[in-house]
């Protein structure tokens, strides 16, 4: 099942939760990784080894029970993905 089909399964199930996990950051995060890593065809294992870290340990962040820091998550974006990361914003100030 692809991300986008599970995510109108939750929100078809619950509406309204698309607001409360807009809102929930450690989630967000999460997504975010799980996202970056499957438009890359990633397994958690490659990802892994990019990261010098095992498998479980990735498995740990994507499911949010270990949230990463800002220096892993530039780290990962540099080295994993090729990328950056952009600065956070506060809601109200959008």
Same mark, same amino acid.
């Given at each position: 099942?692809?991300?986008s089909?599970l995510?109108k399964?939750i *929100?078809n199930r619950?509406?309204?939760?698309?607001? *409360?996990?807009?809102?929930?950051?450690?989630f967000?995060?999460?997504?975010?990784? *799980? &996202?970056?890593?499957l438009?890359?065809?990633m397994?958690?294992?490659?990802l892994?080894?990019?990261m010098k870290?095992?498998q479980?340990a990735?498995?740990?962040?994507e499911?949010g /029970?270990?949230l990463? &820091?800002?220096?892993l998550?530039d780290?990962?974006a540099?080295k994993?993905f &090729? /990328?950056?990361?952009?600065?956070?914003r506060?809601?109200?100030m959008?």
């Open positions: 099942m692809k991300i089909d995510k399964e *929100v619950n509406p309204g939760i698309e607001e *409360v996990t807009k809102r929930d950051l450690p967000q995060i999460c997504r975010m990784i *799980v &996202n970056a890593r438009v890359q065809e397994t958690q294992e490659k892994a080894r990019i870290t095992k479980p990735i498995a740990r962040i499911s /029970s270990g990463p &820091n800002l220096s998550l780290r990962m540099k994993a &090729n /990328s950056y990361l952009i600065q956070p506060f809601a109200f959008e």
